[in-house]
């Protein structure tokens, strides 16, 4: 049901699966599953029930009195939340389905639909990982296909960009498929141009 990772020293990532979670605790409504699941993942993770996650003005969750960055995400029966204590960070998940391909020219350049081939599983990764450089910026008013660009992608890690008037971000991502879903997450910022 809950699976914990610590991907290195300053980054740890919580996967549930809510279906399961909700069975045990006889959770019905869907809101509170994601709360309730969020609660959980968080009291693990943090090994203590004394934190308090809080949201600023633009929906970034943040944990109170403490200097850990995190994101959370869920797609239809995942919950996930990494935990970051050196720099903000973003996660996303995603269910792969082929409906993805009707939609790409919505948040792909060009240069990004051509990489991505008509492939599902490729164009939900790239919309993952631009979703998780977005949480990870924080701010709105980002364009997913003017601001948001993925550089490259292989088998060990996505590089991409923030690029939006002179504030520039380059990050490098890690994918992870599990099953039918696609878990995109910020490994670090970069600091030198890519």
Known sequence: MLNIQKINSHI????IDLKAFSQDYKIVNKREK????????????????????CYTPQNKPFLK??????SIS???DKLVIILNSKE????D?????DKIINIQHKFLNEKEIALAQNNPTKLITMWAAKEAMYKAYGLKELDFKHHLFILSINDSF??????????????RLVAKQMDDYMMVYVLDELEEKI
């Open 93 to 97: 998940i995603e269910l792969i389905r």
């Open 88 to 91: 903000n960070t973003g996660i």
């Open 34 to 53: 994601e709360r309730l699941g969020t609660q959980f993942i968080l009291t693990q993770l943090l090994k203590t029930t004394n934190f308090e996650l």
């Open 74 to 76: 869920h797609s239809h």
């Open 158 to 171: 996505i590089y991409g960009k923030i690029h939006k008037a002179d504030l520039v971000k380059n990050y």
């Open 12 to 15: 740890s990532i919580a996967l």
């Open 65 to 70: 009195n403490t200097s850990q960055h995190i």
